[in-house]
């Protein structure tokens, strides 16, 4: 079996070594050795630069449309009781009046 963890980008588990690197051949990223050996969970941070955890309230800080409907999220916006995902848009959350919906961490601040 293989030691090649899964890439970091899609979770392919197909990467193979290329020398000092791991390389993807899916999505064609590229890591380090180095990297993939320290293993630390990422960090999630606002708009401002503040770590982000579960549970957290945070506030939207620009008007965000969301697809496939004519709704819109307003500045000021108050989102209760986070969850942190993985992927582009890391914040897993609920809305009153909208739903359920995924944000990235980049339009928000920590309240």
Do not use: Q
């Not at 579960?54 to 449309?65: A, E, Q, W, Y």
């Not at 890391?90 to 980049?106: N, P, T, V, W």
Request: one cysteine or more; aromatic letters at 4%.
């Amino acid at each position: 079996m293989s030691d090649v963890p899964p890439c970091p980008e899609c979770k392919s588990p197909y990467g193979y070594d290329d020398g000092n690197m791991f390389v993807c051949p899916e999505c064609g990223h590229e890591w380090s050795k180095d990297a993939a050996t320290a293993g630390d969970d990422p960090v999630i941070k606002d708009a401002n630069g503040n770590v982000l955890s579960d549970g957290d309230t945070v506030t939207v800080i620009k008007d965000l449309k969301v697809k496939g409907t004519s709704l819109v999220v307003k500045v000021g916006t108050r989102v209760k009781n986070i969850r942190l995902v993985e992927g582009d848009h890391d914040i897993d959350c609920r809305i009153d009046g909208i739903g359920a919906m995924k944000l990235k961490s980049e339009f928000v601040k920590k309240a």
